[in-house]
């Protein structure tokens, strides 16, 4: 192992570019050579490519994103792209890659270590629906934003006696809802992992408006539907007598300066994918399992559905959290 190329794909993560620091830093101090892929597997597909020094990654463990950027790459997915991929590495004489993003982009990682090409994945979205690891790059900034941003509009719902309508991101996942939800205090989480159940979600704006407590916020996963389609369907029960308001997150969600937790995380993770590496490893996503740094099979994590941790639930459900009811499976 002596060139080993780094590329982040997918949605971009806060906590990206302290993984590409650590893996530059970590595989210089092993005597590799360190090369950047621009633009994910789109940038590998156009033969962008960079060689990375400590002065390129400097400063970057404080910055969100990627400084490598990122893409969705739809000629990657076909077995022609993948191909064309592996005789671009081997022209660089690449002989281990690092790929961080989602399970697209892990999935990507694997069809190239099923052709032979020595390839170890770390979890870079925001939305942590990996199965495999308790948490992705990204997820503990994201939820540091997310709560920064809903404590300031729980300010000025409680000002006007308003209900605020909150969407944020989570396609297939509630986790990132439902954690925010108990993080402050709000009072509905709509997630795709339970049904909806509008009855008793204006029960409860109902109880709190009566009971004086009259401002809500209720948090939707983008996964169930936009915030403005439970709005109106909020509205439309005519039952709710406050004034509605809706607020979309949006990409802001992806922009908040890494935590210190995230920094560690990436740190970790990048390391451990350049020492597999080194140690002849092949075909594993980096994960942390109960705060302990450790390879798993991308068999083993690529087809299953990561849950939502059932202590949260219970803890939702226990502190009088609206979050839908149980779907029958
Ligand atoms: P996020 O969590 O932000 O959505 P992601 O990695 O899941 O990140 P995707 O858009 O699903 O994002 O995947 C990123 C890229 O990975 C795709 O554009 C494609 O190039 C590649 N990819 C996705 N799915 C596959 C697959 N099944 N096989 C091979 N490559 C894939």
């Known amino acids: 192992m002596k060139r080993i190329a780094v590329l982040t794909s997918g949605g971009d993560s806060p906590g990206m570019n302290p993984a590409i620091r650590s893996i530059t830093r970590t595989g210089l101090h092993k005597g590799l050579e360190i090369i950047g892929i621009r633009n994910g597997y789109q940038g590998l597909l156009d033969n962008e490519f960079i060689t990375l020094d400590t002065h390129l990654v400097s400063g970057r463990i404080r910055d969100a994103g990627t400084f490598l950027q990122t893409s969705r790459c739809p000629d990657f997915v076909k077995e022609e792209g993948v191909r064309r991929a592996l005789d671009i590495l081997a022209d660089h004489r690449i002989d281990g890659l690092v790929v961080i993003g989602g399970d697209g982009s892990l999935r990507g990682a694997r069809d190239l270590h099923r052709c032979g090409l020595p390839v170890i994945g770390l979890p870079g979205t925001i939305d942590n629906d990996i199965y495999g690891t308790d948490m992705g790059i990204g997820v503990d900034t994201a939820l540091n934003t997310i709560i920064d941003l809903v404590d300031m509009i729980r300010a000025t719902a409680a000002s006007h006696r308003r209900c605020f309508v909150v969407e944020v991101m989570g396609r297939g996942s509630g986790y990132l809802a439902l954690m925010t939800t108990i993080s402050t205090g709000s009072q509905v989480a709509v997630i795709p992992e339970f049904r909806m159940n509008m009855e008793s979600i204006v029960r409860v704006l109902g109880h709190r408006f009566s009971a004086h407590y009259n401002n809500s916020v209720i948090i939707v996963a983008e996964g169930v539907c936009q915030g403005a389609e439970f709005m109106e369907r909020l509205i439309a029960t005519s039952k709710v007598k406050q004034e509605v308001r809706l607020t979309v997150l949006g990409h802001i969600q992806r922009g908040g300066t890494p935590t210190h937790y995230d920094r560690l995380l990436a ?61 029958e499976s």
Do not use: H, Y
């Not at 740094?293 to 219970?314: G, M, V, W």
């Open 267 to 327: 740190s970790r993770m990048g390391e451990m994918a350049v020492l597999a590496l080194i140690s002849g490893e092949s075909g594993s996503m980096v994960s942390t399992i109960n705060g302990k740094t450790q390879l798993c099979d991308f068999n083993d994590i690529l087809e299953r559905r990561k849950a939502l941790p059932s202590d949260a639930i219970r803890l939702a459900r226990n502190i009088g959290i609206e979050i839908g009811d149980v779907v």
